[in-house]
Each structure stands twice: as structure tokens, then as C-alpha cells.
């Protein structure tokens, strides 16, 4: 292995010409650059340095090494530079996996803050559901993730999670239909046909039935919620939806009720342990202040 020292120590050599000039430049005394040259042809097995007259010069294997070696000074150089304008929070590419109603509520109001407070940073999005964002999180395809969990459900093994918010779930039915005075009660739709979104939200609504004392007749499952609305609105049946989904689309051809103390905890998650870089713990802190904005504005 190479020290980059006293690869140093030969590139500056080539560029000035002289072992004192060398020194010179490097801010080191001339028995110093001498040392690094020899340690440097015992570490390769190559002669590098030749005397000639009081001075020296490079032969042609030192010459090819000190080009190599301007190439990987000047790589390494780039990528300290890279280093510290990302841990300083000056430039950097965060690449997040997010939910399809994050994607569209919570994702553009961070990209507009994160602009403001880190104009460097920028973000990489990636759509995924909770299972997918968590594979990509342990293959390093991405750096966190915005995720939901609903109650009971494990956090996945070896990821992180911080809840930023508690997303309310809604009960969503066709224009016009009577869902009763007072608080909802779910039982009163245990004859109606229902619509289910993904396998996830397939097990709360189940869940939510069970404890209302029905099982409901699902007649069709998607888990696109543009088109669970549309469904519900062409009268196929009714559904619960989170408040993210109604946020980002509302059909016009439905109404909302909320569910009593039914909701999804909506996360920031990571992948392995801390600490995180600096630009990630940044974009994390962005999506958590956004998400509190958004609670505090839906209330």
C-alpha cells in the first residue's frame, strides 16, 4: 500500500524539479522529503529517484508514478472537498424512499424548506410502499425513508423509526350517504360492500371491522387510492382511507368522516446504527418539522 505522503513527496519533486523546492512546498525540512522518496521505492521495488550531478532526477517508472500520483492526489483532493461540503451541509444528494401520499403531501413541502434552510442539499426521491422502502434501506439503495406502521404492527429488524405524525384514518363513503349522528360507528355498514387499499391497510380495515363486531364483504382491493375513491364514488361500496391520501386527492364524489381513535403512525426510518451523516440527519429533521406543520394545520 502506497502513503500518500510520500506519493506527496514524488509528485512535488516532479513538479519542482529539486528535493529542496519539494520541501519547500510541502512545508517539510529536505532530510524529510529524501526519507519519503525511499520509503516510497522500498514500499513499490522500484527504482524511482536517480542522482545526477548534486542534484536528481526522476527516472522513467518515477515519472510514470508521479503522473498516476497527480491524478489520485487530485481524486482524493475532490473527494475531502465532497466530504466537507456534505457534513457542512453545503452541497450533497439525499436519496429518500417515500409512500405515494407522502410522495405527494409531505415530499414537496420538505424539497420547499430543505431549499430554504440547506440550499446545497438536494433529494433523490424514490416511490415505495413500507416493505419495499425497507429493502432498499438495508441495500443502501437509499439513505431513509418515510414509512407507516399501524397499531400493533413490529417495527422491521435492524431499522430505526421516529414518528413524525399521527395520521388520522377516515371513514370515506359516495356523496349523500347517511352515516349517522354522533360518533361513527362502523357497524352500521356491516351489510355494505367495501373497497380495501394495500395488504397493510387491508389488515387495519379488518381490524377496525373486528372490534365494530362485522367482518366486512370486500368486493375490490387496490392499493392506488385515486382509484379506492373513485370506486367508492361510483357507489361500489365504502372504505377507510388515511389523511395523507384524502390530503393529496379528495374526490368530489365522496364524503369523510373520521374513525374514532383509529390512525397510522407515519415514521422517518433508518438503516443502521448511528451516527447518521450530517445531511441525512438534516433531511430527517426537515421531514419531521413538516409533518408537525401539517398536524397543526389539518387541526
Known amino acids: 500500500m502506497i502513503d500518500v505522503r510520500r506519493l506527496e513527496a514524488l509528485v512535488a519533486l516532479h513538479r519542482t524539479g529539486t528535493v529542496s523546492a519539494a520541501a519547500a512546498e510541502l512545508h517539510y ?7 519519503h522518496l525511499r520509503r516510497l521505492e522500498a514500499e513499490t521495488g522500484s527504482v524511482l529517484v536517480q542522482r545526477v550531478g548534486r542534484g536528481v532526477r526522476l527516472t522513467p517508472d518515477g515519472e510514470r508514478l508521479a503522473r498516476r500520483g497527480e491524478e489520485i492526489l487530485a481524486l482524493l483532493g475532490r473527494a475531502e472537498a465532497e466530504l466537507a461540503a456534505s457534513t457542512n451541509l453545503q452541497a450533497g444528494v439525499v436519496r429518500l424512499a417515500a409512500f405515494p401520499s407522502a410522495a405527494a403531501t409531505l415530499v414537496p413541502a420538505a424539497v420547499t424548506v430543505l431549499h430554504e434552510r440547506h440550499p446545497g442539499l438536494a433529494l433523490d426521491l424514490v416511490e415505495a410502499e413500507p416493505p419495499e422502502a425497507s429493502e432498499l434501506l438495508r441495500g443502501g439503495s437509499v439513505d431513509l425513508a418515510l414509512t407507516f406502521a399501524y397499531p400493533d404492527q413490529p417495527e422491521p429488524e435492524g431499522l430505526t423509526s421516529e414518528v413524525v405524525l399521527e ?11 347517511d352515516s349517522g349522528d354522533g ?3 362502523l357497524a352500521r355498514f356491516a351489510g355494505t360492500r367495501w373497497v380495501t387499499g394495500c395488504q397493510r391497510c387491508r389488515s387495519e380495515l379488518l381490524a377496525l371491522c373486528a372490534d365494530a363486531g362485522f367482518a366486512p364483504d370486500i368486493a375490490f382491493a387496490s392499493d392506488d387510492y385515486v382509484a379506492v375513491q373513485s370506486l367508492v ?3 361500489i361500496g365504502v372504505t377507510v382511507l388515511p389523511g395523507l391520501a384524502l390530503r393529496a386527492h379528495c374526490h368530489p364524489g365522496v364524503e369523510r368522516r373520521q374513525v374514532p381513535g383509529a390512525a397510522r403512525r407515519i415514521q422517518v426510518t433508518t438503516y443502521g446504527a448511528l451516527p447518521h451523516p450530517a445531511s441525512v440527519d438534516a433531511v430527517a429533521a426537515v421531514l419531521a418539522d413538516v409533518s408537525a406543520a401539517g398536524a397543526a394545520s389539518a387541526g
Open 29 to 35: 525540512g529536505q532530510p524529510t522529503i529524501s526519507h
Open 167 to 177: 395520521d388520522p384514518l377516515y371513514f370515506v363513503a359516495p356523496r349523500g350517504v
Open 183 to 185: 360518533p361513527l360507528d
Open 233 to 235: 364514488a361510483s357507489g
